[in-house]
């Protein structure tokens, strides 16, 4: 069984600042792992994945993610955040066919 | 370019009527899904397909049905079976032939039930 906790509902942050979302995962075998972005009435776009290999994953437009095994985590940073940025963010986890989904972060940027 | 499209962008439906939400894709992937989002849960999963003529009910499924007769194309029947309806659809693909392997979204359908 593969599940996906996303600690916050809503991030709210100063444009400029720091990004932290955070996931943890809790898998069977190790995982592959993804974050999506979503701006609104849209789909969903991939920012970054990890599936084997070097633990920083280096994403789309500023984001990088660490997989820490240890701490069972995947948490996407961005060191300056955007007005642009704000949008919902998903986790997500996969070992078999199906991933499974965390509930989403939506980030807020204020000026 | 390749992709994934839905259509309608927007659909209304009164009570008690069946509607059909379109999805086609052009990345010649074997694997589809659907996906229903509602504020703050997430997506749950309403059906996938692995390969053509073929598909599984996800956690969602009842109320809804599929068919899987191409490989470009997935459609949704949101039937009147289903209680509460309203909601943004989602249609994704991915390669498929089980790779561990990111999916592609579509712009999704909003749904609203009149």
């Known amino acids: 069984a593969q599940s996906v906790t996303q600690l916050g509902s809503h991030v709210s942050v100063s444009e400029g600042a720091l990004v932290l979302l955070r996931c943890n995962y809790s898998?069977?075998?190790?995982?592959?792992l993804f974050w999506y972005v979503q701006y609104p009435n849209q789909g969903l776009q991939l920012l970054l994945k990890?599936?084997?290999?070097?633990?920083l994953v280096k994403g789309i437009n500023g984001f990088e993610a660490e997989f820490k095994k240890s701490e069972t985590s995947f948490h996407l940073t961005k060191p300056s955040a955007h007005m642009s940025d704000a949008a919902e963010y998903f986790c997500a986890v996969l070992n078999g066919y199906i991933p499974t989904f965390g509930r989403g972060t939506s980030l807020i940027v204020h000026p | 370019d390749g992709g994934i499209t839905q259509s309608p962008k927007y659909l209304f439906r009164k009570e008690g009527q069946n509607v059909t939400l379109s999805c086609e894709q052009n990345l010649n992937h074997d694997a589809m899904y659907w996906y229903r989002q509602d504020p703050g849960q997430g997506l749950r999963l309403i059906y996938y397909s692995q390969i053509v003529n073929d598909f599984q009910k996800g956690d969602i499924a009842e109320g809804y049905s599929v068919s899987r007769e191409k490989k470009e194309s997935f459609p949704l029947t949101v039937t009147s079976a289903q209680k509460n309806p309203t909601a943004f659809y989602l249609c994704a693909s991915s390669i498929g032939g089980g790779g561990y392997n990111e999916q592609f979204f579509g712009p999704g359908t909003r749904l609203t039930v009149l």
């Open positions: 898998s069977s075998v190790p995982p592959y």
């Open positions: 990890y599936t084997t290999g070097a633990t």
